[in-house]
């Protein structure tokens, strides 16, 4: 079975930059939607960016530090984040949903602290 394989994470302080990245462990096909979820400790998990061939799209207390971009042709997406602040300290998990259904990675431990 296909997964989704995240890259990227880490321990940085506050003010500093991360980029994720997402491709799958095999063969997908007619990705439409590529995402960035992420979920706190306690917190349910939360929709932060997602990509179209066409659109981006954002989650407020995103907007102006993450970007998402994606390679479609490759089934690849990344989210680059800037301005990191505590309380982006999250599991990141990417999703990709086309016509064979939604796929998931396993996640991403990103730790934001001083």
């Known amino acids: 079975q296909v997964r989704l394989v995240e890259s990227g994470g880490g321990l940085v302080q506050p003010g500093e930059s991360l980029r994720l990245s997402c491709t799958p462990s095999g063969s997908i096909f007619s990705i439409g939607t590529m995402a960035w979820y992420r979920q706190a400790p306690g917190k349910q998990r939360e929709l932060v960016a997602t990509i179209t061939r066409q659109t981006t799209n954002y989650v407020d207390s995103v907007k102006g530090r993450f970007t998402i971009s994606g390679d479609f042709a490759k089934n690849t997406v990344y989210l680059q984040m800037n301005s990191l602040k505590p309380e982006d300290t999250a599991v990141y998990y990417c999703?990709?949903?086309?016509?064979?259904?939604?796929?998931w990675g396993q996640g991403t431990q990103v730790t934001v602290s001083s």
């Open positions: 999703r990709q949903v086309g016509l064979g259904g939604a796929y």
